[in-house]
């Protein structure tokens, strides 16, 4: 089993910056991927950032389109931690972000579905 806590949401004005981390315990999250979603109300929960990690290719990310550039995400192993560095934030990047662990693929996905584990969620809101 594993619990993921999510932390570092807030309010924030538009252009600011927030740091989200995802702090995993139960099980050691080395050699699996990890995911930041974020969800908006009314709209489905939306793919922000992956991460991966093994010994042959080293680091991988993807990223949402409309992050790119903006978030970076990132990883201490020896934490079992996972962050998501915002940047430039938008009115529109407003929503409860969650992380999320895939235990069984080597490959970053997109889609929620793939993901086994989930934290509660913490909410981002950006003002204008």
């Known amino acids: 089993q594993v619990q993921l806590v999510e932390s570092g949401g807030g309010l924030v004005q538009v252009g600011g910056s927030l740091r989200l981390s995802c702090a995993a315990s139960?099980?050691?999250?080395?050699?699996?991927?990890m995911g930041w979603f974020r969800q908006a109300p009314e709209k489905e929960r939306e793919f922000v950032a992956a991460?991966?990690?093994?010994?042959?290719?080293?680091?991988?990310?993807r990223y949402a389109e409309s992050v790119k550039g903006r978030f970076t995400i990132s990883r201490d192993n020896a934490k079992n931690t996972v962050y998501v560095e915002m940047n430039s934030l938008k009115p529109e990047d407003t929503a409860v972000y969650y992380c999320?662990?895939?235990?069984?693929?080597?490959?970053?996905?997109?889609?929620?579905?793939?993901?086994?584990?989930w934290g509660q969620g913490t909410q981002v809101t950006v003002s204008s």
């Open positions: 139960g099980r050691t999250l080395t050699k699996y991927a």
């Open positions: 999320a662990a895939d235990i069984q693929r080597a490959y970053v996905s997109s889609r929620p579905s793939d993901y086994d584990y």
């Open positions: 991460i991966s990690w093994s010994s042959w290719s080293g680091i991988t990310t």
